[in-house]
Structures are given as structure tokens and as C-alpha cells.
């Protein structure tokens, strides 16, 4: 569950893009305009402070999930450089309001994992992460064994995210949890 007095990860700065300061953004958000309209964002390097950035331009890569933005004072490729790998953030009180059904991604991570056996639930492992290049993956520790396996987030498959009880409930396809 989001806990309302921290930051909310939006992005991962990945490389410079040009000489000129511009930068090229991983996102983690559904929100496009978290990365088209200008406004206040916050960079984290680490676990350091959130230093605070003024987002002046930013367009989608077409095709892409990536965006390329620009911050007022990163001017060249070497400041834009020394962002990479850092984390863009926004406060959780800008987080926008969903619709009865829909997640903010970052509030499945460390979710149990259960699926029903027997007529019982049985917790299987833990939502350690999430990828989403081309589709939403949840990233599952299985217990038995600790491997990581990814999960498409369809509610076909996961037709049941209770944040409040602190799970998800996976009916996987056959052979889905053993590759």
C-alpha cells in the first residue's frame, strides 16, 4: 500500500540524448503528462534527499514506453549524463484518482501472491517489482525456490488485487509459474 508521506517513482533516467541536455526516461506511470507538462519533479540518486527539478519540455518516443525530456538548468550532455541511472519521483498527494478496479502499479510491489488449491488459498510467493515495456509484468519471488517470474497484469490472470488485505490472487495458465 502507497504510505502517504513518501514519493512516488515515476521514472528512471537511462542515458542523455543529444549534447544539449536533454534526457532520455524509462517510465513507470500510466500518466503521460508526468512527463510532458512542465512543472516541479524530483530526482533521487540512491536513497539521498529528493532534490528538486523544473521539468520545462517533454515528448513520447514514438512507439516507445521511453520519453525524452529537459530540465531547466541541465544544459549539456555531461550534467544530463550524471543523472543516469537516478529516479524521477512525485509527491504521492499528486498521485491522480483511479477508477473502482484500477492500481497504481507501485502499490502491488510486496503484495503476497496466492492461488487457489484445493479450495484454499496458499501464499506462493511476493510482487517484488514490476516491468512494463510493452505490457504490464508483475515481477513474482516464488517461495518454493526464490526464482523470479514475470506475470502479465490481466485480469485474466489476476483477477483478484486485494490491497487492503495486502494480496493478489493468480489463476496462471498451465506451465505459466514454471518458466
Known amino acids: ?26 517510465s513507470l506511470s500510466d500518466f503521460e503528462e508526468r512527463f ?13 534527499t529528493p532534490i528538486e ?3 520545462t519540455h517533454g515528448f513520447k518516443k514514438p512507439g516507445k514506453e521511453s520519453f525524452i525530456i529537459t530540465f531547466k538548468g541541465i544544459n549539456n550532455r555531461t550534467q544530463a549524463e550524471n543523472l543516469k541511472g537516478q529516479k524521477i519521483l512525485v509527491k504521492v498527494d499528486a498521485i491522480p484518482k483511479l ?7 507501485t502499490e502491488l510491489i510486496n503484495l503476497n ?6 479450495n484454499q488459498l496458499h501464499i506462493i510467493g511476493k510482487v ?15 517461495l518454493k525456490n526464490n ?3 514475470l506475470i502479465p497484469f490481466v485480469k485474466e490472470i489476476v ?18 509459474l514454471e518458466l
Do not use: A
Open 99 to 105: 477508477s473502482h478496479g484500477e492500481y497504481h502499479l
Open 1 to 26: 500500500m502507497i504510505n502517504h508521506n513518501e514519493w512516488l517513482i515515476v521514472g528512471l533516467i537511462t542515458s542523455p540524448q543529444g549534447i544539449n541536455g536533454k534526457i532520455k526516461i524509462k
Open 36 to 48: 510532458t507538462k512542465p512543472g516541479k519533479r524530483w530526482i533521487q540518486k540512491g536513497n539521498e
Open 53 to 55: 527539478f523544473e521539468l
Open 159 to 176: 483477477p483478484i488485487v486485494d490491497i487492503k488485505k495486502n494480496f493478489i490472487l493468480l489463476t496462471p495458465p498451465s506451465g505459466l
Open 113 to 118: 501472491v496466492k492461488i487457489s488449491e484445493n
Open 147 to 149: 526464482k523470479e517470474v
Open 128 to 142: 517484488i517489482n514490476l516491468s512494463n515495456e510493452k505490457n504490464n509484468l508483475l515481477v513474482i519471488q516464488l
